[in-house]
Structure formats: C-alpha cells, structure tokens
C-alpha cells in the first residue's frame, strides 16, 4: 500500500520538521526538500503508467504526438515550479517564489506558442 | 529505500542543534556557527544528489530535453 | 555484515566519547597539579622557615607526605641535589619541571611558579625566603582559582561534546 507509505512520511517527517523548526530552521528547509523528493520518487512509477495511458489514448484517437508531448512537458514544468515555490515558501523567501512563477509560467508560455499558432491557422483557415 | 535518508537528516539536525547550545554555553560562539556551518554542507551534500534524482526522473517522465 | 557495521558504529561511539571524557580529565588533572604544588610549597615553608631543615632532608620528608606524582619529583629533585656540589637549585628544578609539566598538564605560568621556587629557596636569609615564599603562594593560590574556574566551564563541555560528535558520526555513518 503506497498511500500508507507516504501518509505515514508526510507525518513524521511533518513532527520532525516542527521539532527542528525552533532550533535549526535551516535543516528544517532541508528536511522538508527531501521530504518532497522522496515522496515524489515514491509516486513515480504510478505516474509512468498514468503517462503511457494518456499517451496510447492520445495515439488511438489520432491526436498530433507534438501536442500531446507539448503537454506533458507543461505539466512536468508546472510541478517542478510548484515544487521549487513552495520550498521557498516554505522557507520565508516569498519574493523568490514568485519570482520562480513568473519564470516558470514565461517558459510554459514559450512551450505553448505552436499550440496557439496551429490555433490560429486553423482560425484563419475556417473563415471565409 | 531512502526513507530513513528523513531519519538521519533529523538526526543530523537535532546533534547539531544540541552541539550549538553546549558549545554557546561554555562561550565558543565561533566554534557553534562553523559546528552549524558544517552540518548543513555535510546535508546539503546529500539532498543536492537526491534533488538531481529527482529532476533526471521528471526530466525522462515529461519528455523534458 | 550488519552486525559487524553495528559493533563498528558503537565502537565509534565509545571512543569518541571516552577521548571527549579524557580531554576534559586534563583540566582537572591540572588542579590537582596545582594544589599539590601549593601543599608542598607550604610544608617546604615550614620546614625551612620553622624548623629549619637543611633542604634536601626537607624536600625527602615531604616527598613521604604528598601524593604519588608530586613525590616522585620530589625524590627526583633531592637525588641531584645530593649529587649536585655548586649548591644551585635552579637548574635541578628547572629540569624537574619538564617531568612535571608532562605529568600534571600545567600551564607555562604554573611551571614559572615551581621555577621560582627553586630560585628562592637557599639563596637569601630568612626574611626574605618567607617573602618569597608567601609570595609563591599567593600566586598559586590565584592559579589554582583560575584552573577552578576552567574546570567548572569546560570538563563538562568536552565531555558532552564528544558524545555528541560521536552520536553525530554515528549518525552520518549509518
């Protein structure tokens, strides 16, 4: 059972942070970055198999494998900056954080331009 | 696997708050914060290869090149 | 293979712990030290000042008296003397103090208080030996208040710190 796994590591790890927080807060910064990866790297390959769902039903229905990996990449993007912010957050930093977001959302954007531009020649395409 | 990575890093954490206090005590700041300094490059040094785990791993799950 | 790592990492522990322990001992071996130099410096003034003893009789009698490290020094000294035909202590004591210093762990200003107490003794009449003398104790007395206060403020330190360094090994190791 992985819900147990990581339920039960997210609540000690949560009691070792607090116990940590009032004397050492930065090993608290750095226990919970490994309380993120590890949880993570316990998830994974569940979400390998979510993936390759997605992907042969994406490939039966005939959708453009560019689009589909466009996707992906952005919901990878869009954890890896969650992931990072909150960190920051979490460490009191929140100009960093932000910071972090508005770099995260340029690149998605960046990655979502074909998209957009097959939009609108599509657009185009359907007006007289 | 690495769960008990947790474990040791709270350890690590909790003797060097522990060593903070008794070597502030006796009155060797100095010695505290490089004590201090110490325990987190040592825990730095394993987190940074945890995290670089973990970014290769999405790097292959997302199609991230 | 883990048992071995086991027996290992508690092997560490206890040496970590038993080196912070004897760091700490030093201090107190130190007062100890000291306080045996102010006991022997004080029946040395009666015995020269009072009774007045010649001073290697004196210097063996007292031997007889204090405790084990300071009265092989003792016996050390009063053997050169015997020896020795120019009637200069100074020299003996100061090649006596070396063995001292290795024994007790003193510091290069308790070392200069036993020199000088072979300086003052069967040099000048009476008077001024008494001075002397009540000046060496005086001193000694300050040391010995001094090494007090180290003691109080760092045995317990080293002790508690090499627990903790090996208990943080031990972690880090594990």
């Known amino acids: 059972m992985e819900i147990m796994q990581i339920v039960g590591l997210g609540i000690i790890a949560t009691i070792l942070i607090v116990i940590l927080k009032e004397s050492r807060p930065e090993f608290a910064v750095l226990l919970s970055i490994v309380t993120g990866v590890i949880i993570f790297l316990l998830i994974v390959p569940q979400l390998v198999y979510v993936v390759d769902t997605i992907s042969s039903l994406s490939s039966r229905a005939n959708v453009d494998i560019s689009y589909f990996n466009t996707i992906v990449k952005i919901i990878g993007m869009a954890y890896l900056v969650e992931f990072a912010s909150q960190i920051s957050r979490d460490a009191g930093q929140d100009s960093i954080a932000m910071k972090i977001e508005l770099g995260g959302k340029v690149l998605i954007m960046v990655l979502a331009i074909p998209i957009l531009l097959a939009l609108m020649d599509l657009i185009i395409k359907i007006l007289p | ?65 | ?174």
């Open chain 2, 1 to 65: 696997m690495d769960v008990d990575l947790i474990f040791k890093i709270a350890g690590i954490g909790m003797v060097a708050a522990i060593l903070h206090m008794v070597l502030e005590k006796s009155g060797k700041q100095e010695y505290a914060y490089l004590t201090t300094l110490v325990g987190v490059i040592i825990v730095l040094g394993v987190v940074i290869n945890l995290v670089s785990q973990l970014f290769s791993d999405i790097k292959v799950l997302f199609r991230l090149y």
């Open chain 3, 1 to 174: 293979m883990l048992l071995l790592k086991i027996l290992m990492l508690i092997n560490i522990f206890f040496i970590c712990t038993i080196l912070g322990l004897s760091f700490g001992n030093r201090y107190s071996k130190r007062l100890n030290g000291l306080s045996d130099l102010q006991e022997v410096t004080r029946l040395l003034q009666t015995d020269l000042l009072v009774f007045l003893t010649p001073i290697p009789i004196a210097i063996e009698s007292i031997a007889e008296k204090t405790s084990k490290g300071m009265s092989e020094i003792l016996h050390f000294i009063s053997e050169k003397i015997e020896k020795d035909e120019s009637g200069d202590l100074y020299p003996i004591f100061n090649e006596a103090s070396d063995i001292l210093k290795e024994k007790f762990n003193l510091e290069l200003e308790d070392i200069e208080a036993f020199k000088s107490l072979g300086k003052v003794i069967g040099r000048t009449n009476r008077e001024d030996q008494s001075l002397q003398l009540n000046y060496i104790l005086d001193s000694l007395q300050e040391l010995i208040h001094e090494a007090k206060e180290e003691k109080t403020k760092y045995e317990k330190m080293y002790g508690s710190l090499g627990i903790i360094l090996g208990l943080g090994i031990v972690i880090i190791l594990a």
